[in-house]
Structures are given as C-alpha cells and as structure tokens.
C-alpha cells in the first residue's frame, strides 16, 4: 500500500534529572535522596523526571500518549535500580493514555489527597508569601491536566460523552 507508513519507533533518551521539565516541581515536593536517583527520560522533545521507589516512595509513573512510547520507556526502566516491576498499564485519569508503573500498584481510589500524595512520596511543598495552587496528581508524565483528587475520576465514574449542544 502506497503512501502509508509506520509510526516511528519514540527515541527516548536517559538524561540528568535536572534536565527534567518538571525538575523544580519534584525538588520543592520530593525526598532529596531520591531527587538524587531520578533520571530525566526524554521521549520525543521534553524530558520528564522518573523517581524511583524508595523510603516512603511505594510507585511511580510515566505516562505516554501512544503504545510504542509506553514500551520504549518501560523497556528503559525496567533494567534500572528503584524501578521494580516496571509495567505498561492504561490510565483513566487524568486523561485516558498509556502509562508506564512500577513498584506497588497504586490503589483503585484514593481516601484523599493526602494518601495519594504519601504513596508516591511527595509532600507539600513549603508555604511562601503568595499562594500556590494545590500539587498536580504525580508529574512525570505528558499529561499537564490539574486534579485535585485524580483518582475520584475513573472510567466508570467519568461523565459520559453527549453529543449536540451542552
């Protein structure tokens, strides 16, 4: 068949984690230890930190806009210390894409923010003279998308497409 052609293969490439677009977002929230073992994964343009598990860190994730990027990554972390069980899942929330997990499998919801927060070892960071905006659901991944509790979203409890006028 003329004129179709394959996706490329995502080149990912392994960075310094203060390469990371998201770099200054996990140094205000996240263990100093394990600011120092995360790595930067560049997958296409804009590299995003990847901490592994550690201390009071059970998971983590990725996320990927398509299948063949999901892949790349896990196959990149997968080999790595402090990413155990590195997998490629399906993600509801905040949008549907692929992401890559490891560690312990985050739970189905969440009681509150703050126990999603201390699963993936994160804190609040520290007041300042004007105020922040509540932390994003686990950065590291595409998706920019603010919830404040993601989990209470799922595929189940989303609201369902309408079509015509709203």
């Given at each position: ?10 080149g990912v490439?392994?960075m ?10 996990f140094r205000?929230r996240l263990?100093?230890?394990?600011l ?24 983590g994730?990725f ?25 490629v ?5 905040p ?7 490891w560690?312990?499998?985050?739970p189905?919801?969440?009681?509150d923010?703050?126990?999603?927060l ?15 905006a509540?932390?994003?659901p ?11 509790s ?9 609201a369902p ?6």
């Open positions: 068949m003329s004129g179709l052609t394959s996706p490329a293969e995502p490439v392994v310094p984690a203060a390469d990371a677009y998201d770099f200054e977002y205000a263990d100093a230890g394990l120092s073992r995360s790595i930067a994964v560049r997958v296409f343009r804009m590299p995003l930190l990847a901490v592994p598990v550690g201390g009071a860190r059970r998971g994730w996320g990927a806009d398509g299948l063949a990027a999901a892949l790349a990554v896990r196959d990149v972390l997968a080999p790595l210390n402090g990413f155990p069980g590195a997998r899942t399906w993600r509801c929330a949008r549907s894409s692929y992401a890559v997990e560690g312990d499998r985050p189905a919801t969440w009681l923010d703050n126990e999603r201390a699963f993936y070892g994160l804190t609040r960071p520290a007041p300042c003279s004007e105020p922040e509540e932390p994003e686990e950065p590291g991944h595409h998706d920019r998308a603010r919830a404040s993601p989990a209470v979203f799922s595929c189940s409890s989303a497409y309408r079509r015509g006028p709203r």
